[in-house]
């Protein structure tokens, strides 16, 4: 990775746990040191930010905030008819690299002076990355937020992403489905403890195994530390919000209680709402 500014995995079939922390750490900026060889307390440090491309057939980066810092791109089978040989495609792309080359720089240099002129009235967690995207798509010829309403609709399917492949996080969409209503809306709080014995008792309606899940919650505590990372891919992608509090007054019997808030927000996205819809 420090050799090389775009590391790309191909055709992966896995991914260790770690992996979605290290994509964390180099997109976002990161460094580490050692001893400098052949000295006593000299330190290398080596700084870097990368961009990583990950290809698969299926999409093994499911961790939230590795989502977070990815846009996911799904590519569609071509048809027979346009499938060229090796030798075919690397002729025509020799032709076109310095054209492509130079387009790169004149879209850049278009960029570098649209971009103090972008303002957005909110920015997602990657906010550098979608002014930069918004300014580099005008510089090509795109409307005006057409790049910002293209990456946010790519946020709605990393959400949905997350949400699939976390089973705390399916047991709540059902936990939710059972008492809302669309037109009165939905809202619930009550000690944590009470919602992990809901929630309990929803997996088991639906068979969903929790005993022998390493990934479900044994207890009320590790219910919000299961929950935290997931927080944003429900509320921004599925419209439900999930506050988690300690009461600190009231009642002694009540007092440094874990509560949670549970309600369902509006408006969810379109990708949510195809999503819901099936």
Request: hydrophobic share 40%; charged share 25%.
């Amino acid at each position: 990775m420090y050799h090389n500014y775009l590391a790309i995995y191909d055709n992966v079939k896995y991914l260790p746990p770690w992996f979605s922390d290290e994509v964390c750490k180099a997109v976002t900026g990161a460094g580490n040191s050692k001893r400098t060889l052949y000295t006593n307390d000299d330190d290398t440090i080596y700084d870097y930010k990368r961009c990583i491309m990950i290809s698969g057939i299926n999409n093994w980066l499911t961790e939230p905030a590795a989502l977070d810092r990815s846009v996911i791109v799904e590519l569609e089978r071509p048809p027979d008819d346009v499938r060229k040989e090796e030798t075919e495609v690397e002729v025509v792309f020799e032709e076109l690299r310095p054209k492509l080359f130079g387009y790169i720089l004149d879209a850049l240099v278009k960029a570098l002076l649209i971009k103090p002129e972008i303002r957005l009235t909110k920015v997602d967690r990657m906010a550098d990355f979608e002014v930069w995207g918004e300014a580099i798509a005008k510089s090509m010829g795109y409307g005006p937020m057409e790049f910002v309403d293209a990456y946010r609709e790519n946020i709605g399917i990393q959400n949905v992403e997350a949400i699939e492949n976390h089973m705390l996080a399916q047991v709540i969409i059902k936990l939710v489905d059972s008492w809302y209503t669309e037109s009165h809306g939905a809202c619930w709080q009550g000690p944590t403890s009470k919602v992990l014995e809901d929630l309990i008792k929803v997996a088991h309606a639906y068979n969903i195994d929790t005993a022998n899940s390493k990934a479900w919650p044994r207890a009320a505590n590790s219910l919000t530390k299961r929950l935290k990372p997931i927080l944003s891919n429900l509320r921004d992608g599925l419209g439900i919000n999930i506050t988690i509090y300690r009461q600190t007054s009231g009642d002694k019997k009540k007092r440094n209680t874990s509560f949670m808030r549970i309600s369902k927000v509006h408006p969810l996205t379109l990708y949510a709402l195809k999503y819901l819809r099936g």
